[in-house]
């Protein structure tokens, strides 16, 4: 199966930019705005820093799109479900903890079936999709 990866630098780098103003606004109208201007700033840093990073990383060049083989693709792929396993299991334990303190678990208990449903409804699909 062939994944499309975006191919253009920019992309990555303006996407966690997005990301950052976004978590400036939540903040701030959370009431935190110093909160915000700082997790802004060091979210911020990180696209510019991934934008500039040198080229002559092979990973850099394929985290930012503009790089990378199919090896690259395949990495991408075991570093992506190893991450959803981490959080996954991280979201039964809190659910676990909650519930052991007589509280009801969300939202744990529903990000936990959010992800078992999704994994389902994934699996059927690039099932039948052949």
């Known amino acids: 199966m062939k994944m499309a990866m975006c191919r253009n630098k920019w992309v990555l780098p303006l996407s966690i930019v997005a990301l950052g103003i976004a978590m400036v606004a939540a903040l701030w109208i959370g009431g935190d705005l110093e909160g915000g201007i700082y997790a802004g700033a060091v979210i911020a840093a990180w696209g510019v820093f991934i934008l500039l990073a040198g080229t002559r990383s092979e990973t850099m060049r394929a985290l930012r799109g503009d ?19 981490v959080l996954i ?3 039964i334990v809190l659910w676990m903890v909650e519930v052991a303190q007589g509280k009801d678990g969300n939202p744990y208990g529903a990000l936990s079936a959010l992800a078992g449903i999704t994994y389902l409804a994934a699996l059927l699909f690039m099932r039948w999709r052949g």
Not at 67 to 85: K, P
Request: charged share 25%; net charge negative; hydrophobic share 45%.
């Open 89 to 91: 299991v991280a979201l």
């Open 67 to 85: 790089g990378g083989d199919e090896r690259f693709r395949s990495i991408d792929v075991h570093a992506t479900a190893f991450t959803g396993i």
